[in-house]
């Protein structure tokens, strides 16, 4: 069985900065795109954040690029997200998502817990 475990969210002040985690494990054949997406308050739609292909692509949100970053180490088979400069706006549950393949034909798609970031102002 595969598990996304997330950790990093919080709560923090306009201006500040956080870093999210993501680590998979259980029965991993291969991990092809990783991603961040976020649920705003009162929404339940899931929009991209960013996202990071197993070759280092990266993609982001046009409203975040310059303020986040993603990136992801293929040994530990995690992915981060650094949050600068955070915005009351910012303020959601964030989860993670990967595509990762439990045998040679079989890909799927794989959600972390979700992770609550909390910006005041």
């Given at each position: ?9 919080g ?17 991993i ?18 929009e ?30 995690t992915t ?6 955070l915005?009351?706006?910012d303020?959601?549950?964030?989860y ?6 439990t045998?040679?034909?079989r ?15």
């Amino acid at each position: 069985q595969v598990q996304l475990v997330e950790s990093g969210g919080g709560l923090v002040q306009a201006g500040g900065s956080l870093r999210l985690s993501c680590r998979a494990s259980g029965s991993i054949f291969s991990i092809r795109n990783m991603g961040w997406y976020r649920v705003l308050p009162g929404k339940q739609q899931r929009e991209l954040v960013a996202a990071v292909t197993s070759g280092g692509s990266t993609n982001y949100a046009d409203s975040l690029q310059g303020r986040f970053t993603v990136s992801r180490d293929n040994a530990k088979n995690t992915t981060y997200l650094q949050m600068n400069n955070l915005k009351p706006e910012d303020t959601a549950v964030y989860y993670c998502n990967a595509e990762i393949s439990t045998g040679p034909i079989r890909v799927r798609n794989y959600w972390g817990q979700g992770t609550q970031v909390t910006v005041s102002s």
